[in-house]
């Protein structure tokens, strides 16, 4: 078993460890069939390119062979190297972090000592917290740069101008050094063993982990939203997903939460989806973005239970706008949603987009309707037709808020007139479920059907 080991141990990649293969096959394996043993762990480490191993050895393509089995029949006997996991890999430092924290603030000071407070406190030491400051009016700068002044793993970046989450993270995460990279909003803060967890997990071989969060209802939301948050950070059983999979369900599916913070990654797979995003002003759904385009790069994903973050939910914090914001906010948002259809589809993404962007429309305008009066509501409904389409508005309107039908039908009347007769059968055409209910009535107070 020894020679065999050492033969395994010396094709190995320089970046993928035997430490990483053993726990992928049983034990008793190892000690009496190391051979089936080794097949066993190099299929299922995510960070073997298989592909790459039958680039690299053209004679084991032609001749049609499984490029595992080769490679412990043949390959390890004539010096044949496996490929490396992944061609973003870039090579250490010895001095690298384990994880880079990438912290995005905006007028959080009175959250921030408790939010550094819990990366400082890791259990996990070598790490850096790069904490990006958007143009915050409070203290909040001089709160982290007290930080950075007692603690040289602390970096601070300052934004040039108020410029919303995306581009906020995208300046973290280029100054990011480590091998692992984690988000955090300064209205949230780590259980004190997040990172410890998280690298023992993802150094197994995979290039991302989800987490779960416990959330926090710092201040008296209701009953009911608690539990919807709770169940969106949490949802989904613990396993592997690999290639399209991740992407498929995440969002398509919508089995796992899409909260890029929920998440460990390799540093390279989270620098190479952030540097093709575009630098422009994202809010909202603007996660979903990032995340979208991490899953592209990533090859492996791994769902674990355990709970590493605290997430902050309630008015003024996590998952809330007052009205004035929402109603400012709301283009910006509706911006982001196509931003993100417009990555599905130059990808050609399996996300489900129809139903996707259906939610993610549904969701705006469940912040919209009470936000202002008739007045403002109308105006932002003109702008959102403008770039989502009525059908997706109305598709959207219906689902949540048939309670509603009276105000939302003569909010939308004078943009259903300017339809044509094409688009209004389009629309009953796409909505059979529309004759069910009550909401027949407001289709025909909408259209003039």
Known sequence: MANFFDLVKATLPEDVSLQEILPLSPKAWWQEKPYIASAHALRKCPRINWDAYLAQNPDVKSAGMDPCLHFLRHGIYEGRKLASWHPLRQPEMPDTPLVSIVLINFNNAHLLDKCIGSVLGQTLPNIELIAVDDCSTDN??????????????????VNERNSATLITRKAGVAAATGRYLMFLDSDDYLAPNACETAVQVISQGYDMVK?????????????????????FCNRGETGEYFNDQIITTIFRDG???????????LREIAAAAFAELPAEYATGPDDLYGLLAIARHARSLLKIEARLLFYNFG???????????????????????????????????NIGINNLYRNLCADLL???????????????????????????????????????QERIAALIQPLAN???????????????RLHYGGAESMIISLCKL
Not at 334 to 349: E, P, W
Not at 426 to 431: D, E, K, M, S, V
Request: glycine share 4%.
């Open 140 to 157: 909040s700068l001089a709160i982290i740069r007290g930080y950075a002044a007692q603690d040289k793993r602390v970096k601070v970046l």
């Open 255 to 265: 089995k796992i939460s899409w909260h890029v913070w929920s998440f460990i990654y």
């Open 211 to 231: 987490f779960g969060a416990e959330i926090i209802n710092s201040l008296n939301a209701p009953r009911a939203a608690i539990e919807d948050a709770n169940d």
């Open 366 to 404: 469940e912040r919209l309707l009470p936000a202002g009066s008739d007045a403002d509501v109308a105006d932002c409904f003109r702008e959102l037709t403008e770039k989502l389409g009525f059908p997706a508005i109305l598709e959207a309107l219906l689902e949540r808020h048939d309670k509603q």
């Open 418 to 432: 300017t339809l044509p007769a094409r688009e209004i059968r389009h629309i009953g055409f796409f909505f059979p």
């Open 315 to 349: 008015p003024g914090v996590s998952a809330t706008y007052d009205k004035p914001k929402v109603l400012k906010y709301a283009p910006a948002i509706c911006n982001t949603i196509c931003a993100v259809r417009r990555y599905a589809d130059k990808y050609s993404l």
